[in-house]
């Protein structure tokens, strides 16, 4: 069975740091890239993060970039994203998606994994 | 606010159509491929259609996308009390360099 299952997500203080996980089975994972998704409360999808699946090409959103850094372990079958710096409206589920498409400019998500919640608050 | 708009609900009796849109830009859904997912409260996020209007195996063929200019829509026909939940459209921004959501649509059946 292709599953994705995040870890890593908790309650933090503005300004600090959180790494999340992803474990990939049921697939060749060396061979997909991959993204980051989170979703705030009561809010809609938000893209934050892509990897080539060489992990040689990155892209960020604009909301995360310079705070936000997304990598991958292919030997491991897993995907990260360490966050650093952390602010009250990162708050959200954050999920681990596969990307599928053979471009940019086909680009779709056909499996995620369940999310993991993050808590930004003092 | 969104790159891509969708309107905030639609809503129809059971066994009839809605239709939802999904307006961007020639930088996003203009010259690229949309798809679209399906969420219900709680959940994450399902694959509906990909490449403007393929079918996931899974998917039934009353979920049914097309893509006309820098617009997409999702239609569904034959609506079930299954179908309410939240729907998003999704693309590629070349301008952005970032994948793009569209605002969700809640879909109700009255």
């Known amino acids: 069975e292709v599953q994705l299952v995040e870890s890593g997500g908790g309650l933090v203080q503005p300004g600090e740091s959180l790494r999340l996980s992803c474990a990939a089975s049921g697939f060749t994972f060396s061979d997909y890239s991959m993204n980051w998704v989170r979703q705030a409360p009561g809010k809609g999808l938000e893209w934050i993060s892509y990897?080539?699946?060489?992990?040689?090409?990155?892209y960020y959103a604009d909301s995360v970039e310079g705070r936000f850094t997304i990598s991958r372990d292919n030997a491991k079958n897993s995907l990260y994203l360490q966050m650093n710096s952390l602010r009250g409206d990162d708050t959200a589920v954050y999920y681990c998606?596969?990307?599928?498409?053979?471009?940019?400019?086909?680009?779709?998500?056909?499996?995620w994994g369940k999310g993991t919640t993050v808590t930004v608050s003092s | 606010q969104s790159v891509l708009t969708q309107p905030p609900s639609v809503s129809a009796a059971p066994g009839q159509k809605v239709t939802i849109s999904c307006s961007g830009s020639s930088s996003n859904i203009g010259n690229n491929y949309v798809s679209w997912y399906q969420q219900f409260p709680g959940t994450a996020p399902k694959l509906l259609i990909y490449?403007?209007?393929k079918r996931p195996s899974d998917i039934p063929d009353r979920f049914s996308g097309s893509k006309p200019g820098t617009s997409a829509t999702l239609a569904i026909t034959g609506l079930q009390t299954g179908d309410e939940a939240d729907y998003y459209c999704?693309?590629?921004?070349?301008?952005?360099?970032?994948?793009?959501f569209g605002s969700g649509t809640k879909v109700t059946v009255l």
């Open positions: 999704g693309t590629w921004d070349s301008s952005l360099s970032g994948y793009v």
């Open positions: 990897i080539l699946s060489t992990g040689t090409i990155i």
């Open positions: 998606v596969r990307v599928r498409g053979s471009g940019l400019n086909y680009y779709y998500t056909d499996v």
């Open positions: 490449e403007n209007n």
